[in-house]
Structures are given as C-alpha cells and as structure tokens.
C-alpha cells in the first residue's frame, strides 16, 4: 500500500522532498548567520526575557514590522495562557495581524490560515458555505478554534464555520500548533487557533470600507470606536456581503461532468459591540455579536439542488475580569454563545425540513503567579455546559419529535514554566484532569523544552496528550448517534530549530501524531446514510518550515509541509486518511515603495483522497493572487486579481468547484 502510495499520491517523490527539506535546513543556518552591510556591522534584534512575566491583561501590543509572519518579539497570548514573549514558547508558533490578513486578502480568519505552516482548510463551496481549518493533520473537530480566548467550536458539530466572522472585525490571529489540551482541554488535539477581535480604541474615529467584486458580489463595513472618557471605551462595527457566484465549471477528468452552479447566492451579516474599561480594583471587557446568513445550498454537485436553501444565526457574548493578585493576576471569563440552522430543501419526493439549536454556556477561572525567580505557575478550572435541539420532518411523514440533548464538562489544570536566571533552558510541566458527561473522563499531562542555542537560535521540543469529545451530532442525533463512543486519545509531539536574525526568521520542525479510538462515519444503509464509530486508529507525521526575509525592500515569507505519513492502522493495510494532502505550501511578496504597495500571493495543496476507501483522487491544486494597494491621506484603494489560473477545480471537498478568476476592488478609509 506504501508503494501504491507514493506512486499515486505523493506529487514530489522522495528524492525532490528530502532535496527541499535540505535546502531549507540550508536556509536556517544562513538565516541564523549575522548579516553584513556595507560599511556597517552586523546587530542582534533585542531579545525578551527568557522568564515569562504574568501582566494584567492581554492587551495587543504594538506590532512589529507587518511584513514579517513570525513576529518573534512579540507578546502572545495562546501558547502558555498568560502573556508570553513569542520567542519564549516552546511551541510553534504564528501570529498574524490584521495587516497580514489584509494583504493576502483575506475575507475570512480561515483565508490567512491557508499560509500557516501545517495548516488545511475546507471550504464547501463558494462566499457563506461551510468553511473549516485543521492543523498538523488532526480533522477540524480534532483542532480547537477560540474567540479571544473561550472556545468557540460548536457543540452539536465539533466545528467552527469560519464563514461566520468576517476578517474586517479580527486584530489578529495567534496559531499554536501541536496537542494542547492540558491548558485548553477538547478538540486541541492539531493545535489551537484562537482569533483575537478588534478591541476598542483609546480615541474616537471611524472606520469604514467597501469592496466591488466577481459577479456583483458587493462588501461593505463600518466600525466606530467612541473613544476612552472616564476610563470607559467602545467600539461598535457591523458589515454586510452579497454574492451571486453562479457560475459553469468544466469536467474534472475521471471524477466529475461539466455543469453550472447555480443557488450559490448568499446574504452574511455582522453586528458587534465590545465595551472595557476599570471595575474597581478589575479591567472588564464585555462583548456581544451577532453573525447571520442566508445562503443558497445546492450540495455537491452529484445531487445538486436548486432549491435548497440554509439560515443560519450565531449569537455570541463575553465578559472578562482580570485583576493583579499576590505575584500575578487572576481572570475571570464567563460566555454564552447560541446557533440556530435552519435547512430546508422541498425538491420532491425526499423534501425535508430540519432545524437545530444549540446554547453553550461556560466560565473560567485562572491564575498565573511568579512563585520565585525560577516557577511561573498557571492554574484554573473550566466549565462548561451545551443545550442542543434536533428537529427534522419529511415530505408525506409527520413530523418527529424534537431531541433535546445535553452535555456538561468540568475540568482543572495546572502547568509550571521552570526557568533558572541566566540559563538557557526552559521546561514547562502540564496537567489536565476532566470530566465530560455521558463518557469516561480525560487526563492529560504535557512537557515542553526550549533551549536557547545561541542569541539567535532556539531547539524545542514537545509532547503531549491530547483528547477529542464526541459531538453532541455523533452521540445524540436521533436515529444516526452513537451515545456509546468514547473521546479520541492522541499522543502528540514535536521537535524543531528556529533561527531569527535582523530581518530573517526561519523554522523547521518535525511532528507526529498517533491516535487511538478514533470516530469514523460508517455506511449504514444503501441511501449513504451514516454513524459514527470508535474503530479506527490513526498515525500522522510531518515536517513544516518556514522562511521570511527582508531582501532589497523586498518581502518574502515562503511555507511549506509535507505529510510524510497520515495513515488510517485498522485495516490489514495502511490507508491514507481522506483529504490529508500530500503537502502544502504557500508563498507571498511584496514591496512597498512610498504609498504604493503590489504584491503576489501564492497557496498550494498537494493531491489528497476524498474517501476513507482511497479510491477518489482530487489532484494537487494552486491558487495565485496579485494586488496594488495604493494608500492615500484618508483613503487606501486596493486592486486584487484571484486565482490568476483560472482553476474551478481547486476543490478543497470534493464535489464542491470553486469559483474561477476574478477581480476585486477595494475601497477603506484610513483611520
């Protein structure tokens, strides 16, 4: 099966990969080397302290030089759940800020993540349908995603739909990658993706942008920030998106016939409001969200329907206390999030009509204390409870009761960062211990090494255990759940280099993954119709690296990975696990003379089977973009071409083509 593998699946061939993986090793020592200029000597960027120290609050610091993707003097919040100097974590780590987001054209948090090392995303189809991301080849369910700082992954499905904030409301985005559930609990078994949202500003200004694109699909946004008065501050920002995205696509040899997709429209709406300010001794932020759409589904285009349609409503709220405490800071977050979909297809004879709802509600408390000069320690404990409704009637059969399932969680952590003054090395020792209704509970330990090689050049290495909670869809949905399964266990690792030097940061790591009870939907009748089961066992390894570099007022950050190994152990033979690529990759320019801004873009997917029998194989796709960003005193005008090849067939789930070039034109006032 290996064999069978290589030669069908692996786009490269071991030769041209262990080629590449030494060049890019190469590449780590230039970029640890100092640069020499002309008539100057060679400098070292000033590096944080080596002890992470526990501060008030994670309030975004000024950023770094945009045009670097790994910032690594700054100040993150994810990695070790207090605020951290990037260059101190033992885990990989990404930060992109909104300039970053900006400049790849994102219009979802998830279309950055598409240049993040490791990183896959799914997206079913054109603006408003399902979109997803999963990293180090865990499943989306297997990646846990945050909205500042509470998880956000659905109760019901186990994802998050990045289609359902819009990139103009995130500040940035913080990627730690690798198994996480010590501090972060369910779901972190590929890493952690937590969105960081615009907070309010300390003057009065607004902010505002429209955006003119493929088939009249037409943007707009507006955000006010009310200033700071009495130590108060606000923001409120709201944007709306309309679409057409009908469009014909060809034939993909061997896989589909040509056609044209039609009931592909869609209608996304944003509102949100975020207030902070003092509470006596406390800083409290409290923010509020509403995401709706309204968008045409046709499916794949194997039963394509052209009155399917899905609304769909996520509400979201948040409070955050934090206050100094003995050596440290306590905080405080409570949330309550609730989703309503509701999807409705009257095409005869199978018309169906269903609705699901679900509230989540959940609080955490924890604190991080300096004990001495060599322990920084972070403990606390999570709850959280999920309330979903399942409702569904069928053409000429009367309609089922309503399922009302719940679920509940409790968990305590507890993780020491020791750090002696002066040396170079850095441990970090972690605990989870949860406890999940209607399952057998988790316990998770986690170890984390970092060790400074010289003033420019850092080894980490890292392992733990990681879980995954069955959905409440795969326990309880009615005629279709499994309430026996049992969560995903996952022992998880990596060991990487990181280089950084003037205007050059490099890194390559190793990572691997096995896991143990993994859920897969089998058939259960000739309709296609599905459940979940506990059966499988998995084995993911990979390589990732990264390079940014500053050369002549040109900027390049260039990625890539390659999944040497995503295998399905249950059969007799090992099977390559569905939509794993090969590899991936992604490039980016750019130059900025004056006000003028142009850049390229570049995404790559390696081919990948779209079912768990290998027996469909999408082939490797690449997505190129270019723009010119001309930035004036009040106004910045964006010009963007996408997907410059033309390609439908970038199909990132099989079934669903993508629109093919197009032309954008953007519009935003500078603040």
Not at 139 to 167: H, K, M, W, Y
Not at 238 to 257: I, Q
Not at 308 to 324: C, E, H, K
């Amino acid at each position: 099966m290996r064999a069978v593998m290589k030669a069908t699946c692996d786009g490269a061939g071991t030769g041209v990969r262990n080629a590449l993986l030494a060049c890019i090793s190469v590449a780590i020592l230039i970029a640890s080397q100092p640069a020499r200029a002309a008539g100057a000597p060679s400098g070292a960027r000033p590096q944080p302290s080596a002890t992470a120290t526990a501060q008030p609050s994670p309030a975004p610091t000024p950023a770094p030089k945009a045009t670097v993707l790994k910032k690594i003097d700054s100040i993150v919040v994810t990695a070790q759940r207090h605020p951290t100097a990037l260059s101190d974590t033992p885990r990989e780590n990404y930060l992109l800020l909104e300039a970053d987001l900006e400049r790849v054209g994102a219009r979802t948090a998830a279309d950055a993540l598409r240049f993040i090392p490791a990183a896959v995303v799914q997206q079913y189809g054109a603006a408003g349908s399902l979109q997803t991301a999963a990293l180090r080849g865990a499943s989306s369910a297997q990646t846990l995603v945050l909205i500042d700082g509470r998880p956000a992954n659905e109760a019901d499905t186990g994802l998050f739909d990045f289609s359902s904030i819009p990139a103009d409301s995130v500040q940035r985005l913080e990627i730690v990658e690798g198994g996480s559930s010590t501090l972060y609990g369910s779901a972190a078994i590929g890493g952690v993706i937590n969105i960081l949202t615009k907070q309010p500003g300390a003057t009065t200004h607004v902010d505002s942008g429209m955006e003119l694109g493929y088939r009249g699909a037409f943007t707009r946004r507006i955000a006010l920030d009310l200033g700071r008065r009495n130590g108060v501050a606000a923001r409120v920002d709201g944007s709306a998106v309309s679409a057409d995205d009908a469009f014909d696509y060809p034939a993909l040899p061997g896989l589909e016939a040509a056609g044209t997709r039609s009931n592909d429209d869609a209608k996304i709406r944003h509102a949100g409001l975020t207030v902070s300010g003092p509470l006596g001794a406390m800083s409290a932020t409290a923010a509020f969200g509403v995401d709706t759409s309204a968008v045409g589904s046709p499916g794949s285009v194997f039963f394509a329907s052209s009155l399917a349609r899905q609304q769909r409503v996520y509400q979201r709220s948040a409070l955050d206390l934090s206050a100094p405490a003995w050596r440290g800071t306590v905080s405080l977050q409570l949330y309550a999030d609730g989703k309503r979909l509701h999807f409705y297809d009257p095409t005869q004879p199978f018309a169906l009509d269903t609705l699901a709802t679900g509230i989540t509600r959940g609080a955490g408390i924890r604190t991080t204390q300096a004990l001495d000069r060599r322990n920084l320690l972070t403990a606390g404990f999570d709850s959280r409870a999920d309330v979903a409704t399942f409702s569904s009637a069928f053409s000429g059969a009367p309609a089922a009761p309503a399922a009302v399932v719940r679920d509940a969680t409790d968990a305590w952590y507890v993780q020491d960062e020791m750090h002696a003054p002066q040396a170079p090395f850095t441990a970090t020792l972690g605990w989870r211990h949860e406890s999940i209704q209607g399952t057998s509970g988790a316990t998770v330990p986690s170890v984390g090494l970092l060790e400074r090689l010289g003033p420019h050049a850092d080894a980490q290495a890292n392992y733990a255990r990681a879980f995954h909670t069955p959905s409440l869809d795969d326990r309880y949905y009615p005629g279709f759940g499994d309430p026996s399964l049992q969560p995903e266990y996952s022992a998880t690792f990596d060991v990487g280099l990181r280089s950084h030097r003037d205007n050059r940061t490099a890194s390559l790591t190793y990572f691997g993954s096995d896991t143990n009870n993994l859920i897969v939907n089998v058939p259960i009748d000739s309709f296609g119709d599905l459940k979940p089961y506990n059966v499988n066992r998995a084995r993911v390894r990979g390589v990732s690296a990264a390079l940014e570099a500053t050369v002549g007022g040109v900027c390049a950050n260039i990625s890539y990975s390659d999944y040497l190994t995503a295998a399905d152990l249950t059969a007799g033979k090992p099977m390559r696990l569905a939509y794993r690529p090969t590899a991936t990759a992604s490039a980016q320019l750019s130059q900025r003379l004056g006000g003028l801004e142009y850049g390229l873009t570049g995404a790559f997917v390696g081919k990948r089977f779209a079912d768990a029998a290998n027996t469909r194989l999408l082939p490797a796709y690449l997505l190129g973009g270019a723009y010119v960003r001309a930035a004036m005193r009040t106004l910045s005008i964006t010009l963007r071409a996408e997907n410059l090849g033309n390609n439908h067939h970038a199909e990132d789930v099989f079934g669903y083509p993508v629109v093919g070039s197009s032309l954008s034109v953007r519009i935003s006032t500078v603040p």
